[in-house]
């Protein structure tokens, strides 16, 4: 397992970039309150020590001059929250170690010990303890007891602050990284759009310098692959034109021919230029976009109206369920779709069934299914290219222009739906039409 896996690094650029600002300031927030309570610490430290020299010497001075009765009475008020005096020898122990404890027994010896001879130790327990032993001048014993404070106790509001300080910077942080990354979620976004209708919105050319360069050279190339599709399907309506004056011409001259057998031969070759140059036009007007507006349609009667086309040709097609719900979406496309996809199946099966299911999340499935020789695995996604076709597992006397498949999933892409093909585990292929737009039927 990688760092990557550990960390679950997130994969949009939005959070990635949100959670390392977020967590570079919230470690330099941490490391700035450790460095000013630090500082904070160590200079309440030397104030208390030089509070201790000051205080306690005094005290020290008072208890000596005072009467051997009077003593006890003035340790309350000597007092103080880090130290207090004992008229006594106090507990002995060994030296003090701790640096805190270290500097009040420096600092004590510093200012009693001029006067008076000092000893220091260290108490045993969690917290540093120590005493200082000294004698006042007439041999009484005193003892200085002290439990030295770190630091001044932290403010009970100022957690609440970092924490309302923290909660402005994250928001902050996510403000500023949505802004920077909107442009590149609306240019993702725009891509996605970009259909074979080539009509996606065109990005708003606004804001930072960068952000503005990179929307104009978008819709620069949306403009100039536009204008290429449109050259390209020009040419290919123009070839086509040109080529049915003589295809027309050459059928004419069979007809008159002598010999019927090569006549039939030249007939059915013609027949098949015609039928690729008319596929080549349609796909490539797939590609350009399709121009048909998007209508409210009864898919039932749509696919009711289809099959019985197929019957009364005399061809072996069935429909089974219903969908109950209209469609918004392109009829004539999708009647397309569905047409080519049963002649596929009855060209390499002899038959075709058509499955319809009602409206589920939102979408509608459409499948055409066949009992023939199926696809190969390996080979269901390049169906879909333009002029492939599988000549080993189907009959290749079926003829076609192998641009029916390739027609069907550039309409599906322009209708915002999907077409997948697999195999079925009874035999046979299936072609499954997944449709997005679906507004449920009135009562």
């Known amino acids: 397992m990688n760092l990557h896996a550990l960390l679950h690094w997130p994969r949009t650029l939005f959070a990635r970039l949100a959670l ?3 967590v570079g300031l919230a470690l330099a927030q941490a490391m700035s309150f450790w460095l000013t309570m630090t500082e904070r610490d160590q200079s309440m430290t030397n104030v208390m020590m030089g509070y201790i020299e000051r205080e306690v010497v005094s005290s020290v001075a008072l208890l000596d001059l005072l009467p051997p009765g009077e003593r006890a009475a003035w340790l309350p008020r000597l007092a103080r929250r880090s130290y207090s005096f004992i008229l006594g020898p106090g507990e002995g122990g060994a030296p003090p170690d701790a640096q805190l404890s270290a ?24 917290t540093e303890h120590l005493q200082a032993h000294l004698r006042l001048s007439d041999g009484a014993p005193l003892t200085i007891d002290m439990r030295p404070m770190p630091g001044t106790p932290l403010s009970g509001w100022l957690p609440l602050v970092l924490v309302l300080q923290l909660a402005v910077l994250a928001a902050c942080c996510w403000l500023a990284v949505r802004l920077a990354t909107r442009p590149l979620k609306q240019l993702a976004q725009a891509a996605d759009t970009l259909g074979p209708d080539l009509k996606a919105d065109r990005l708003s050319e606004d804001g930072p310098d960068e952000v503005a360069r990179a929307a104009r050279a978008f819709n ?11 050259e390209r399907m020009q040419i290919l309506a123009a070839i086509s034109h040109d080529l049915q004056t003589p295809i027309t011409r050459m059928r004419l001259r069979v007809d008159v021919m002598d010999d019927d057998a090569q006549g039939a031969k030249l007939q059915q070759d013609l027949q098949e230029m015609e039928s690729l140059v008319k596929e080549g036009v349609t796909y490539a007007r797939t590609m350009h976009g399709a121009t048909e507006v998007l209508l409210r349609v009864d898919p039932d009667a ?23 719900a209209e469609l918004v979406t392109r009829p004539q496309a999708l009647r397309r779709i569905v047409g080519n996809l049963v ?10 069934e058509i499955r319809v299911n009602e409206p589920r999340d939102g979408t509608v499935t459409i499948s055409v299914l066949d009992r023939g020789p199926g696809i190969p695995p390996e080979s269901l996604g390049s169906v879909f290219e333009p002029f492939f076709r599988l ?18 999933r550039q309409l599906t892409l322009a209708m915002n739906a999907t077409l997948t093909l697999q195999n079925r585990p009874e035999g046979g292929l299936e072609a499954r039409i997944v449709m997005r737009r679906v507004i449920e039927s009135a009562d």
């Open 20 to 22: 390392i600002l977020f």
């Open 391 to 408: 000549e080993g597992s189907r009959n290749r006397q079926t003829g076609g222009t192998g641009l029916g498949l390739a027609i069907a």
């Open 343 to 352: 002649d596929n199946a009855l060209k390499f099966a002899g038959e075709a």
């Open 103 to 126: 500097r009040v027994a420096e600092s004590i010896e510093s200012g009693v010990g001029k006067r008076y001879p000092v000893t220091v130790n260290a108490l045993p327990g969690d």
């Open 220 to 230: 620069a190339m949306q403009d100039r692959v536009a204008t290429y599709m449109a």
């Open 302 to 324: 749509l696919f009711d109206s289809l099959v019985c086309d197929y019957l009364d040709a005399g061809k072996s097609v069935s429909l089974h369920g219903r969908i109950g």
